[in-house]
């Protein structure tokens, strides 16, 4: 703990010069190794750019990557920075080498081979990747591998012209090799290349324990940062942040918090790799913003999983904002850090080359938040500040709090600096409407408000002045939906002094008819600034509208579900996540319920109808299919915030019986946790689920 506080407060002084601990001696237990030839400066800021994987799989074709590069020039993106074009696994032929040794593309899906392909990424005015392992081909294991033949795939990616090359680790794990002896090897022989041409070398290991099984701590990517930093651009630190055509906002998180163990490894030339950017591959637009402000902060290398050509104008602006991509691309090179403790909201902050801060921040919550900092905390000292919002671009002047109105699963981008010159317009922050009772019952916090036809509920918007002069007559409107009515509470002051806030609040009632599904509400806070004139601000927060509540005896899983996640693909309603076979634990085969992944969080609306829930719980019979590793799991029945049922840890050779009283409740969740060793093989059921309602 002492020497992490040492690190932050030398990031956030400028005192630490972060560089890769190439000098240092190495661990005690590490493989002996041919000392490395020094790293090439071929990317001082995070490189940027496309790969294949996540968005056309492991079947990459010549005319899907033409394709995407011309997007690339045409979008706008290659000009917003991103420049690689990078081919990922799956492009090989189904036997890899021919009769010399050389690696060979699959005729099928590049029928002129690579070379050819390479020319035309580059005559774009963009750079080209290529992908391989750093273990050996194992037929029926893993379908290609460089090892054994460093030298000889360095020099024909080099013939080939490439500018960057991934080596994955899924050879080298199968193999048991050791990755810092494999991958020193293959830097080494990437930089003495026949042909000298500098490539960019991606150290991908995405091995990790639980979620791979047990591998020691040196076969890991949580260990890539110890020697990485001396032989390659970016390194991998966790394990990948999705699956083919799926990138979840759990897991955006899981990597961002894996990635953050060690901000000293990285610097200018030698980055972090959280994984790729993922829009529209299973976040909302609001999710992967946050994604995108935390990859910035953490100065990681942002290359697009998705299929660019498909990408909304949202996702397109995100990806392309030039003040976000200024914060990732700062030459400093320095990685953010947290202050203050870990939680559902954080603040994290980034030293820029010009003396700057970066500050984010974040709520993981389920609900908007107005979160604050202080400039003190982030290393600045004064009594003015200057903050640009890096998505907005407004610019503001505080006194010394940074704050802003963040959504749920949202995170803000400042950059801060001293104010200097003539007072600027006071930095106000306009909260998010937020729902904060539904009925007379109050929503607990951090939990999204549900609201069902014929609620009354109160709307609540925060009014805060940071700024070092006052503001005046501030006012709220909110807007809602047609058919809805909104009713203001008592009167708004004349002033809002500096340092202070002021909340307002609504009382919204819903029409019997209100139909299910997402509901929008718009509050516009305008306030009058002397020598400015009036200026305004609009925040929305999007609000869940139940569908009807459960009558009757019902079988849960059958009845339409508010929201429903799984660490694992998705939930299935009558199967074991998957869907492929029926719900079974412990050899006995049930006909209903629902299979999930851990963590999970399944949440119906009751309404205060239903009196009686009756299930059975466990670790479904198919992971005895896999492996044993993992397979445990608890589950939870949270109704309206409070914990009714509570199975503690349970094994594949486990199951619970429950019988739980919902007289009351409005709001069920059924939650699965990974009891505390990762989600490996938690295929986990919550079978029955027969309500009394």
Known sequence: MKRHLTVL????????????????????????????????????????GWNTYYALGGDPTEAEVKSTADFLVSSGLRDAGYQYVWIDGNWAAPTPRNSAGDLVANPDQFPNGLKPLVDYIHAKGLKAGIYTDAGPYIPGKCGLGSHGHYQHDANQFAAWEFDAVKADYLCGIAADLDPKTVYTQFAQALRNNAGGRPMIFNLCNPVTSPDWGNYPETQQSTYSWSYAPAIAQSWRTYTDVGFVGE??????????????????????????????????????????????????????????????????????????????????????????????????????????????????????????????????????????????????????ESAGTISAAVPAHGAALFRV????????????????????????????????????????????????NDGARPVFTPRVELAVPAGWTARPLGRAPKLLASQRSVTLAFTMTLPTTAA???????????????????????TATSLVVAPAAPDGDVVLSHHDWISATSGWMS????????????????????????????????????????TRLTTTVGIDDAVRNVGPEGGTSTFQVIGDGRVLFDSGVLSR?????????????????????????????????????????
């Open 247 to 396: 990138i979840k906002y759990k897991d955006v998180l899981r990597n961002y918090d894996a990635n953050a163990r060690h901000p000293e490894a990285a610097g200018p030339g030698h980055f972090n790799d959280p994984d790729y950017l993922g829009p529209e591959l299973g976040m909302t637009d609001e999710e992967f913003r946050t994604q995108m402000t935390l990859w910035s902060a953490a100065a990681a290398p942002l290359m697009i999983g998705s299929d660019v050509r498909k990408l909304s104008k949202t996702s397109l602006g995100i990806l392309s904002d030039r003040d976000v991509i200024a914060i990732n691309q700062d030459p400093a090179g320095v990685q953010a850090v947290r202050v203050g403790p870990a939680g559902t909201t954080e603040t994290w902050v980034k030293r820029l080359a010009d003396g700057d801060r970066a500050v984010v921040l974040l709520n993981r919550g389920d609900s908007p938040a107005t979160l604050t900092t202080k400039a003190s905390s982030v290393g600045l000292t004064g009594d003015r500040f200057t903050l640009k919002n890096a998505w907005t671009d407004q610019v503001t």
């Open 653 to 693: 050779d486990d199951i619970r019986q429950a019988d739980i009283d919902l007289t009351g409740v409005r709001v069920l969740d059924l939650v699965v946790g990974d009891a505390g060793d990762g989600g490996y093989n938690d295929r986990a059921d919550w079978a029955g689920l027969n309500a009394t309602c």
């Open 516 to 538: 299910p599904g997402s509901a929008a509400l718009t509050a516009t806070t305008s306030y009058e600034v002397t020598g400015v004139g009036r200026l305004r601000q609009e």
């Open 9 to 48: 407060l030398a990031l956030l002084t400028g005192l630490l010069v972060v560089q890769a601990p190439a000098h240092a001696a190495p661990p005690a237990d590490s493989a002996a190794v041919t000392a490395p030839a020094p790293r090439q400066e071929l990317s001082p800021t995070p490189y940027m």
């Open 417 to 464: 600096a001293p104010a200097t010159g003539k007072p600027g317009v006071p930095h106000v922050v306009a909260g998010l409407p937020q729902v904060t009772e539904v009925g007379d019952d109050a929503v607990p916090a951090g939990v999204a408000p549900v609201v069902a036809g014929g609620d009354r509920a109160r709307v609540e918007v925060t009014v805060r």
């Open 571 to 610: 939930p299935t309603v009558d199967r074991s996540v998957g869907g492929w076979t029926p719900i079974s634990m412990l050899g006995q085969v049930h006909p209903t319920g629902i299979g999930v992944a851990s963590p999970s969080t399944v949440r119906y609306y009751l309404g205060d109808r239903c």
